[in-house]
């Protein structure tokens, strides 16, 4: 079962994409989910998060502008734990980058589908193990 409280944040330029990644994330359990769509948001709602975001998923061409390192961004940013990158950057499919403090940055060539989030999902939200109940029978004598 998904943990239901994390905090995602999406960011794409296309209304359209925005939707339906956040109806993917809803499907997978996720509701706490912020669509944003701007690079100049992103970093609005990162300056002022006063609890950090378990999940950016977000569109590369809109860094494309940007003055800085996306990757330093991403691996260093202390409001946002694990980041999705999608569209625009020369990578094969899913290529998980490990980072310090154990966040995963992964990269996708296209728009990411229902089995990349599930991917991802399982990898930043692990399922839990339900502990299995031990029965004991009595002897009724």
Do not use: W
């Amino acid at each position: 079962m998904p943990t239901p409280y994390l905090r995602i944040l999406v960011v794409d330029d296309q209304p359209a994409q925005r939707l339906s990644i956040e109806k993917m994330l809803n499907q997978q359990g996720y509701h706490r989910i912020a669509p944003v769509e701007t690079f100049a948001e992103l970093l609005a709602m990162v300056e002022n998060a006063v609890e950090p975001f378990d999940l950016l998923v977000i569109n590369s061409a809109l860094g494309v502008d940007v003055t800085f390192s996306l990757d330093d961004f991403f691996m260093n940013c202390p409001a946002v734990r694990h980041t999705l990158v999608y569209d625009g950057l020369p990578v094969d499919n899913l290529v998980t980058v490990p980072a310090p403090g154990s966040k995963v940055i992964s990269k996708l060539t296209r728009t990411p589908d229902e089995r990349a989030i599930r991917s991802l999902m399982r990898t930043i939200d692990p399922p839990k193990v339900q502990p299995t109940r031990s029965i004991r029978l009595r002897r009724v004598l």
